[in-house]
Structure formats: structure tokens, C-alpha cells
């Protein structure tokens, strides 16, 4: 029957441990658990509390010891459990409840055993129950033994919870310092990074903002090519006038030049009035021609007379329209091979190539990745009204990652977290099934790799980790051995480093 009745208190406190978020409430309920199914007179859980030095109950009771102080302190100084089986006649009994000891007839039995987190007394669970001398008080203390050990390895997972908690408060704020610095460095809005290379381009767009030149913008699908168009316009003469993008991979050849010059009513059927066209709605203003390199060659040629002229003519029209609009162009292709092959206006190219910015891939500014990851969270955090963390392993893991689609990818797979998840603090759980496989493809690829480097048994020299462990110790050199210096040295975050510090058993100087 005690076998049966213990079976429903440790489902019963294990309900309590995975639904509750209180550890002081969650404690409460385990005294009351405790109470109600094994009729205990009173139940107390002490804790040690690390700012007074003495072991303090939990709840109303107000009670607490010194080390080595009545039964309940002795239980923390030596970590046994102790019965008193008629506490009348326990001379160092300090009674601090005041029961009444003279009642012959209502004696009652102590038992304390001690709670801990490994080998360290962190708190004491005692009880108090009318003493029975035909009752075997071993199953008690075992039992309470027991629960004892579950409360210790929950407050473990509740203090390494707190103490990764902390972890990521700190590199979070560390990061948003270093994202508000960023932003307020670079002046543009949705750019963010510290990476020299995009603090380069970032020059090279405050200088050529307020001239009349043609811009091309080159680079991979996703790294940024329309908001680095959209800063040359917010940088210029130009910005309280009409910013227009069209994308010309994405309408049709026979739509395309009339959403571009406009038409004339009656100019093919279904033209019942006049509209005007991209370049007339833009005037004053900036244009982006996105994906210039998809343009059909026939529409190269009215193209380069826009530029060449400052003039446009709707279909259907009879008399040119005079036009000031700024040209900016973009493309993912190699418009050089495209001239070489035929594909794309050679007189066209060179106009448009007057400024010519190309924007690396985020895989060779992975410095970015971890700002550019708080900065999402923060941006989808408040559209969706979540206040959300995110994991180091799950950082050092997004940091790592190729992202073939870029910023863009990046900020999507953000965005798709932060409104499926479930949890404060997202982790590798949380990912897209799709990255999730390509990681794993990856993993099984670098251990075939491993596996055929193994020669005798015998891995060839990790030249790769003896070069990462030279670059860290540089870095704590050169920083003073300050590790949030170090990282912003290395492009890492302060836990990247730490663990790379313990990966690699550097030395720390004091």
C-alpha cells in the first residue's frame, strides 16, 4: 500500500516540477503533496541562502539555522539524513515551532534529510509525523531520501536555467549595444553589420548619394542589393521624391516596356485611357532597375536612350517626355560574360557601369550573422508582439551556416521562428526542417572526410583548429585578455570565445 501511495506523490511532484515556473511555489506544493498522501503533520523545505550564509525555510514559517545549528543545521553541515523518533526526548531539538512536547499521548517523530546538487548541501526537507513505534521510519527516510534528490537535480536545472538565462541577457545586451553603435555608425537604415568590407560600400554610397551617376549594384540573390539602393536615394537630393523599384525578371517581355514608359489611350486594345509608365512616375526621383540583366534586348536599347537623352516616349506616343530621374541598376548575373556573350548591350553596360558596388555574400561576412540574427529577432519580436531569446549553440550553429539565400534567407528563417515558437528561447529545435537536413548532410559529409583523412589509425595535424587557437590567443594578447574586446576583435560573440578558450585549454591571465 506505502509502495503504491509513493508511486502517486513522485507523479504528483513531477506534475508540479514540468508545469510550474515558481520555484518557490513549485517547493510549496511539493510540502503539500507531501501532507496530503502521507499524512506528515508539517513539511519544511530550507534552502541555503548564498547572501545571509544560513539555511532559510520556504514559505510562511520564517525559520532558519546556522551551519551545524539544532538537527536541521547538522543535516546541512554533514549532509546525512538524521531521525529523531520522539523529539521530547531530543535534548538538541530546538523546537522552533514551539509544538508542544508534554502531551504523552500525541509524540511526534523528526526526520531531515538533506538536499543536494552533486556532492554540495544546498538545502534540507524535513517533516514532522505522529510517532509510531510499530511504523518502520526506514521507508520514510528512504523515501524522503528520494525526494530529496529530485528537488536537487530540479533546483540544479533551475540554477543552470538561471545561470544560462543570465548568460544570454548579457551577450544580448552586449549585442545591442554593439547593434546601436552599428546602426548609429552607419547612418542608413536596415543596414546593419561590422564587416569592413559593407563599411566600404556603406563610403562609397555617401560619396556617390548626391552626384547624378549611374549606380550598378552586383551581387547574390538576398545580400541587400534594393536597401543599398534605397540609401544611395535616402542619402540624396532626391529623398523627399518618389523612390520606384520594378523588377524586370519578374513581368512578362510584352508587359514589361509599358510598365516601364507608360502608354497612350487607344495605343493597342484595352488602352482605355492614358497611363503613365515607371520612369514618368519616378521623375525627380530614383529609379531601381532590378534584375537588369533578365531585360529582353530589345528593351536594352530604349533603356540606354533614357540615359543617353533624359527623355522617354509611352507607347502609342507621338512627342518625347523630358524626365529627371536618377538610374539605379541591379542584377545577380555576370553582365560582363552576358556582353562577351551577346546577351546584354556592351554601349548599355558601360553606362550603367559608372559606379559600379558589388555586395559579398553573407557566408564571407559571417561576422554579421550574429548582429543581423538579434536585429531580426528584435524586428518579427515586436510585429508579433513576442519577446524571444535564442540560444548560444543555436547562434555558433546559424553563424556557421552557408545561407545560399543570404540576408534575405537569414531573415525569413527569423521571421518563421519567431511566429512558430512555442518556447522564450529558441534553440536548434526551432529551425526549418530544410536547414535542419542540410545540416545534417553537412555533418555526415566532414565525418566521411574525417574518415578518410584517418591514415594508421592516425589523424593527419587539425591545422585548422592550430590556426583558430593562434588568431584567439592573438586576440586576448592584443585586448588585454579582456574576452569582450577579444571578440570583437575575432567577429565572435564573448560565449564563441569562452568556448573556444575551453575547447583549446588557453591560458588566462590575471
Known sequence: MIEKIQLSVIYNISKVLTSHQDIHKNLEYIANILISYLDYKRVFISLENPITGKLESIGNLNLSYRKGEGITGKVWKYGIPIVIPDISKEPEFLNKLRRDLKDKDKKITFIAVPIKIKDRVIGVLAIDKEYSPKEKINIHTEFLTMIGNIIGSYLKLYLDFEKEKKKLKEEKEFLEHQLSNIISKTEIDGIVTKSEKIFEIIDIVKNVANTPATVLLTGESGVGKEVFAKAIHQLSDRAKRPFIKINCAAIPEDLLESELFGYEKGAFTGANQTKKGKFELANGGTILLDEIGDMPLSLQAKILRVLQEKEIERIGGSKPIKIDVRIIASTNKDLEKMVYEGTFREDLYYRLNVIHIHIPPLRERKEDIPLLIYYFLDKFGRIYNKKLNISDKLIDILSEYEWPGNVRQLQNTIERMVILAKKSVLDFDDLPIDIKSKLARKTRQKEEMLSKVKLNKRELPKTVQELER?????????????????????????????????????????
Open 470 to 510: 593562434e588568431a584567439i590567443i592573438n586576440a586576448l594578447e592584443e585586448s588585454g585578455y579582456v574576452i569582450k574586446k577579444a571578440a570583437e576583435l575575432l567577429g565572435m560573440t564573448p560565449r564563441q570565445v569562452r568556448y573556444r578558450i575551453e575547447k583549446y585549454g588557453i591560458p588566462l591571465r590575471k
